[in-house]
């Protein structure tokens, strides 16, 4: 499907009121706010000068014309761009269960049949999904390659018999997931590290995916000092 995005903002659970109302204001409905935790290393939250505190991951489906407007609202409203203000992706959906569905994800979003002008990121979203209480060899299995920090959820699985007989591991019990953005260019290798050090035949039993994000808000400041601090 053309022209719709999956937007995933993750920002301080203390600022998650003042988000939703940045969304609503704009006929955007906030799907989901879930509770999260952020991963990041405490040599990067004393760079870029931030304390670790607890998150909440924001849900929202839009299409391409009010996904441009609003990476520009995130950034010059609610100053996303600023050090532990939070970051958003969009990742493009491929298909949606019915016109009715899609009436109910995108509220008053009225052009979502309008082609928007070609969004080009330098980021991509992965994701793991592992055995509860290994966030740490996951995370230092992704930043031995070159990741920054992640946002973990704890989920339950429903894939147990396919898991067993493909891996001899059971997904129906409770697990914990991480969401990392990462470099194009690290993504390969970031996979490769956590699948190595943290995949199947660990205790960690992680699996990996990655999808691909068309816009992004957030980075630029991580970006800059990341780079200085090489």
């Given at each position: ?14 600022d998650s009121e003042e988000y939703e109302k940045f969304y609503t204001d704009r006929g955007v409905e906030v799907l ?199």
């Amino acid at each position: 499907m053309k022209n719709i995005y999956f937007l995933i903002t993750i920002i301080r659970r203390s600022d998650s009121e003042e988000y939703e109302k940045f969304y609503t204001d704009r006929g955007v409905e906030v799907l989901y706010a879930i509770n999260c935790n952020g991963t990041v290393h405490a040599k990067t939250l004393d760079l870029l000068g931030i304390e670790r505190t607890e998150k909440t991951m924001l849900f929202t489906i839009t299409d391409g014309n009010s996904l441009n407007s609003l990476t520009r609202g995130l950034t010059t409203q609610m100053k996303i761009d600023l050090p532990d203000r939070g970051v958003a992706m969009a990742v493009p959906l491929s298909s949606i269960g019915g016109v009715h569905t899609l009436e109910y994800f995108t509220g008053e979003q009225t052009e979502i049949e309008k082609e928007s002008e070609n969004m080009t990121s330098d980021y991509e979203l992965i994701v793991a999904i592992y055995e509860k209480g290994f966030t740490d060899m996951v995370m230092d299995a992704a930043r031995s390659a070159g990741a920054g920090g992640g946002t973990t959820i704890r989920a339950r699985g429903t894939g147990a018999k396919a898991a067993e007989k493909f891996f001899g591991i059971s997904l129906a019990e409770e697990k914990e997931m991480v969401f990392i953005v990462s470099d194009t260019n690290k993504k390969k290798d970031i996979m490769r590290a956590i699948m190595q050090n943290a995949g199947i035949n660990t205790e960690a039993h992680a699996l990996v995916f990655s999808l691909p994000v068309a816009t992004t808000a957030g980075f630029r400041f991580a970006d800059t000092v990341e780079k200085d601090s090489e």
